[in-house]
Every structure is written in C-alpha cells, then in structure tokens.
Nanobody
Framework: QVQLVESGGGLVQAGGSLRLSCAAS????????MGWFRQAPGKAREFVAA????????HYADSVKGRFTISRDNARSTVYLQMNSLKAEDTAVYYC????????????????WGQGTQVTVSS
C-alpha cells in the first residue's frame, strides 16, 4: 500500500495562488491514479481533480476548471495541485488519494488517503 503526505496548504488572499504537493512512499507510485479532494466544514468530501498513472488523462470538477491544474512527477513520487485565482469558497481541507486502475472522479473508490492540508482563502 502506498502512503501519502500532503503539504503546501496555508492562508492566502482571494485571487492568490497556492501549490499543494502530495508525496508518496511505499509501493510504486506510477502504478496509481491520483486524485485531489476537499472537505469544507459541515460539507461532504468532494472531488477536485484527478490524474492517470502516466499523466496523460486528467479530470476536474467544474468549480475549479481553468483555475486549478493537477500534475505528477513519477520520478519524485509526487502529485501536485496548482491553485490559481483562489476564492473564499475554495477554503477546505485538501486531501490527496490513490487508486489502482482507471482514473475516475468518484471519491469512494479511492483506496488510500493522506492526512489532509488546510487551505484558507480570505476574502
């Protein structure tokens, strides 16, 4: 099983940018599709972005399209989420997750999760 550790969260003003990182260890990182998810207080965890094992396929939630970019570096066993033009409604704990097989947007099928990193956007 792969282990995941997120970093890069923090406090940023609306319109600003942050880059989240998720470092993997354990199993072969390139075997896993990776996703970013977020959970705001009082809300369910929701899909943000996902990327295939090779990086050739990516999916985004409508709410972040054009503002967020997911990428991965298999040599560094790391997946990234570049977040631009941040809004107050992006405030949440952000989690990365891994799954074997096809990259999908369904939260419940991801097998392994990190501990999360807080992103707070002030308006």
């Amino acid at each position: 099983q792969v282990q995941l550790v997120e970093s890069g969260g923090g406090l940023v003003q609306a319109g600003g940018s942050l880059r989240l990182s998720c470092a993997a260890s354990g199993r072969t990182f390139s075997n896993y599709a990776m996703g970013w998810f977020r959970q705001a207080p009082g809300k369910a965890r929701e899909f943000v972005a996902a990327i295939s094992q090779s990086g050739s396929i990516s999916h985004y939630a409508d709410s972040v399209k054009g503002r967020f970019t997911i990428s991965r570096d298999n040599a560094r066993s790391t997946v990234y989420l570049q977040m631009n033009s941040l809004k107050a409604e992006d405030t949440a704990v952000y989690y990365c997750a891994a799954k074997s097989g096809v990259v999908v947007t369904i939260t419940s099928v991801y097998e392994t999760w990190g501990q999360g990193t807080q992103v707070t956007v002030s308006s």
